[in-house]
């Protein structure tokens, strides 16, 4: 009897895992497990010296108008790299008009933001320093403010050596791309793409399976699972102002064709779980609301709860180990760095 009941259990172990490999076989025809290595990116090669310029920068609340606001304000690295906010808080306690995207795997997106304005990460870093609802400064004062402090002149000099004027706003983008390419969280589910199918859960692993087959995959796939491609956002039903507020256009503003109304970059997924509210408009707190939404203004399927809950299941996998990023000792202002200012100059 003993003997039956271990033959019987390896049997149903032995069919557990064959389904599990059948299921990793087909998640790998649309995801891709995270690089082990920090990325390379186009026309900026990443160096330790880089990095940590980057990282400083990142940090410093210098680089806005008021002294008030850094990236790290809106990409706070321990709520999972955004601010957890409707939409972010800005210069003089301004609303700015879309939720912050997290910063972490930013570097495999397509192009960034929701409209994706920015190719780039050089490109996105250049945006919040010189919007007024965000950090309201001008490339020439980050540059005075820069200049004012021996400790980041000798960090762009070792950051950029071959260049006779190092400290420069493109240099300033520079670092901030190469810091920013360094923040890759690792998750469960990239360790059952590399062969754990341990890795996940079975309630995970049925969620990843009707991600696929009711066709979330078709738009979040990838590296990042999304974070490429634009869709309009209620392909089949659009949503109520309440989540779709009609005064946002989307990517219309950024191409001024009519097509791109209410279309907007496909959402990058990895930490989702930890990213909340949702949408561009940060009106949903939950992410089994978040998935239900989606299901019914995307794919038009109203989706159970018990589907639902097995989908966000799998959306938790997608949670990573944040990289350890010790907060910076930034240089000290001298006599003649900019001084602060909450004017809003419309």
Request: hydrophobic share 40%.
């Given at each position: 009897?003993?003997?039956?009941?271990?033959?019987?259990l390896a049997?149903?172990c032995?069919i557990?895992?064959?389904?599990?490999?059948e299921?990793?076989?087909?998640?790998?025809?649309?995801?891709?497990?995270?690089?082990?290595?920090?990325?390379?990116?186009?026309?900026n090669?990443?160096?330790?010296?880089?990095?940590?310029?980057?990282k400083a920068?990142?940090?410093?609340?210098r680089?806005?108008?008021?002294?008030?606001?850094?990236?790290?304000?809106?990409?706070?690295?321990?709520?999972?790299?955004?601010?957890?906010?409707?939409t972010?808080?800005?210069?003089g306690?301004q609303?700015?008009?879309?939720n912050?995207?997290?910063?972490?795997?930013s570097?495999?997106n397509?192009?960034?933001?929701?409209?994706?304005?920015a190719?780039?990460?050089k490109?996105?870093?250049?945006?919040?320093?010189?919007?007024?609802v965000?950090?309201?400064?001008t490339?020439?004062?980050?540059?005075?403010?820069?200049l004012?402090m021996?400790q980041?002149?000798?960090?762009?000099?070792?950051?950029?050596p071959d260049?006779?004027?190092?400290?420069?706003f493109?240099?300033m983008?520079?670092?901030?791309?190469?810091?920013?390419a360094t923040?890759?969280t690792?998750?469960?589910f990239?360790?059952?793409?590399?062969g754990?199918?341990?890795?996940?859960?079975?309630?995970?692993q049925?969620g990843?399976?009707?991600?696929i087959d009711?066709?979330?995959?078709?738009?979040h796939?990838?590296v990042?699972?999304?974070?490429?491609g634009y869709?309009?956002?209620?392909?089949?039903?659009?949503?109520?102002?309440?989540?779709?507020?009609?005064?946002d256009?989307?990517?219309f503003?950024?191409?001024?064709t009519v097509?791109?109304?209410y279309?907007f970059?496909?959402s990058p997924?990895?930490?989702?779980?930890v990213?909340?509210?949702?949408?561009?408009s940060?009106?949903?707190?939950?992410?089994?609301v978040?998935v239900?939404?989606?299901?019914?203004?995307?794919l038009?399927?109203?989706l159970p709860?018990?589907e639902?809950a097995a989908?966000?299941?799998f959306?938790?996998?997608?949670t990573?180990?944040?990289?350890?990023?010790?907060?910076?000792?930034?240089?000290?202002?001298?006599?003649?760095?900019?001084r602060?200012?909450a004017?809003?100059?419309?």
């Amino acid at each position: 009897m003993k003997l039956f009941i271990t033959t019987l259990l390896a049997s149903v172990c032995a069919i557990s895992t064959a389904g599990a490999n059948e299921l990793r076989d087909k998640a790998l025809d649309y995801f891709v497990p995270l690089p082990s290595t920090v990325p390379s990116v186009q026309d900026n090669p990443i160096t330790p010296e880089k990095i940590e310029l980057g990282k400083a920068l990142f940090f410093d609340p210098r680089l806005s108008a008021s002294g008030v606001f850094s990236c790290h304000s809106c990409h706070n690295l321990s709520t999972g790299g955004d601010d957890n906010r409707e939409t972010s808080i800005g210069h003089g306690w301004q609303i700015g008009p879309r939720n912050s995207p997290t910063v972490l795997n930013s570097v495999l997106n397509e192009a960034q933001f929701w409209d994706g304005r920015a190719e780039d990460l050089k490109a996105q870093a250049k945006g919040p320093i010189q919007a007024s609802v965000e950090m309201a400064n001008t490339p020439e004062v980050v540059i005075e403010t820069l200049l004012s402090m021996p400790q980041y002149r000798e960090w762009f000099a070792d950051s950029f050596p071959d260049e006779a004027t190092p400290v420069n706003f493109d240099n300033m983008a520079r670092a901030l791309e190469a810091f920013q390419a360094t923040l890759l969280t690792p998750a469960p589910f990239d360790a059952f793409l590399n062969g754990n199918i341990a890795a996940l859960t079975e309630q995970q692993q049925q969620g990843l399976d009707l991600f696929i087959d009711r066709g979330c995959a078709a738009c979040h796939s990838g590296v990042n699972v999304g974070g490429h491609g634009y869709y309009p956002f209620g392909l089949i039903e659009r949503p109520g102002a309440e989540i779709l507020p009609p005064d946002d256009k989307g990517r219309f503003a950024v191409t001024e064709t009519v097509d791109d109304e209410y279309v907007f970059r496909a959402s990058p997924l990895r930490n989702i779980s930890v990213t909340a509210p949702y949408f561009h408009s940060g009106r949903v707190w939950d992410l089994e609301v978040a998935v239900q939404i989606m299901a019914q203004s995307q794919l038009g399927q109203v989706l159970p709860d018990e589907e639902a809950a097995a989908i966000v299941a799998f959306l938790d996998s997608l949670t990573g180990e944040v990289p350890e990023v010790p907060v910076p000792a930034l240089p000290p202002e001298t006599a003649t760095t900019p001084r602060p200012t909450a004017e809003i100059v419309r």
